[in-house]
């Protein structure tokens, strides 16, 4: 443990919910700086720790042998104390015992996996993550294999694998992912991404576990027919309908995920969940209509990938530059997270319907006690 008084960050801050507690979490490991955090998930219905923030916040201390207090359900303020850089090459297993989001325990622990402290090749770290695998309010598992890990290794260089071994559904989740991340020994490289090019092809998966295909066909239907109207050639659409066997499942769910490929080397997603009593052409029309207002404001990236972005650009060296749609208030609260714990420097442009974000990261390697400039 270290002997340095917390940054002490308020968790009502902007958004105000976890994704400021999972950012800071990540950062105090990888800097070594504890943080202590107040009004947790403030703004939320239910605030406080739920059992999927405890557990990604237990997976955390794990990974760097943290001093950690006040982590229980409900609990409305934290103080996390890394002790160690976080040590790589090992396996480590998180489970809330819920459907809470696998991508949320991954969104805490990936970052703290990237870095080795040795230059020359090392064992990847192993993630074991159970929960849920499409949940509401957080990206679905496809999301995360389809749009978030392709950036990170076009853009960073990272070569992480995933396998979703079994899916989870609400209410009982169940779901088991398994994460392989080679760790890297020096500075993420800068970005830069502002010119996105054409599409050149969409593609998605349609699913259903513990329901009937046709419910999956009719979600591929309706987006397919929403991407079209909305000026898509039918002939880049690529949307795979698949019904889950059931050993491959808990519980019953269903959704659809799309991916647009541009000229420019991005990748833009939508996607939707599908609910009780909801037309499931209806659910694939929303994830057509999401994917499609991504790619109207002629971002480089969409907008769940634009808060999850920061914590890299933040760690890397040098300056980064990236064009968005609009800023989020996720990605207003990362920034002023990253800013909060790091010596980051974030400068945004913001214009009618994009924005530009600019980073000049701090090129952190774990051997190093400060962050190479």
Request: charged share 20%; proline share 6%.
């Amino acid at each position: 443990m270290t002997s340095i008084e917390p940054t002490r960050l308020d968790g009502s801050v902007l958004e105000g919910g976890g994704q400021l507690l999972r950012i800071a979490v990540a950062l105090s490991a990888l800097l070594s700086k504890p943080v202590a955090i107040d009004n947790i998930r403030a703004n939320r219905k239910s605030p406080g720790l739920r059992y999927q923030h405890a557990a990604g916040l237990q997976l955390a201390a794990e990974i760097c042998s943290a001093r950690l207090e006040g982590c229980e359900t409900a609990s409305s303020s934290i103080v996390f104390d890394p002790s160690t850089k976080p040590r790589t090459s090992k396996i480590y297993t998180a489970d809330p015992g819920t459907a809470g989001s696998i991508a949320l325990l991954l969104q805490v622990s990936f970052p703290c996996l990237v870095f080795s402290e040795s230059s020359g090749a090392t064992a990847p770290s192993g993630l074991i993550l159970r929960g849920g695998t499409n949940a509401a309010n957080a990206p679905q598992i496809d999301y995360i294999e389809h749009v978030f890990l392709p950036f990170v290794r076009r853009h960073f260089g990272l070569q992480p694998t995933l396998n979703v071994v079994k899916r989870g559904y609400y209410p009982k989740g169940g779901g088991e992912v398994h994460v392989s991340i080679p760790p890297i020994g020096e500075p993420l490289s800068p970005v830069t991404l502002t010119e996105r090019g054409e599409v050149k092809a969409v593609f998605g998966k349609s699913y259903v576990a513990g329901l009937p295909k046709s419910l999956a066909e009719s979600m591929r239907a309706g987006a397919i027919e929403s991407l079209v109207r909305c000026g898509i050639s039918h002939e880049l659409i690529h949307i795979e309908a698949v019904r889950e066997k059931p050993t491959d499942a808990v519980g019953s769910g269903s959704g659809i995920v799309l991916w647009a490929e541009t000229e420019g080397d991005c990748i833009i997603g939508g996607s939707a969940l599908g609910r009780k009593g909801i037309d499931p052409q209806h659910v694939g029309r929303d994830a057509a209509e999401e994917l499609a207002a991504n790619l109207a404001h002629g971002g480089c990236v969409d907008e769940h990938m634009q808060d999850q972005m920061i914590i890299f650009l933040a760690l890397a060296r040098g300056k980064s530059r990236i064009k968005c749609g609009p800023l989020s208030l996720h990605t207003r609260t990362a920034i002023w997270v990253a800013e909060q714990l790091s010596d980051a420097k974030f400068r945004v442009e913001e214009s009618e319907n994009s924005t530009i974000i600019e980073c000049e990261g701090i090129g952190y390697v774990p051997s190093a006690s400060e962050p190479s400039s």
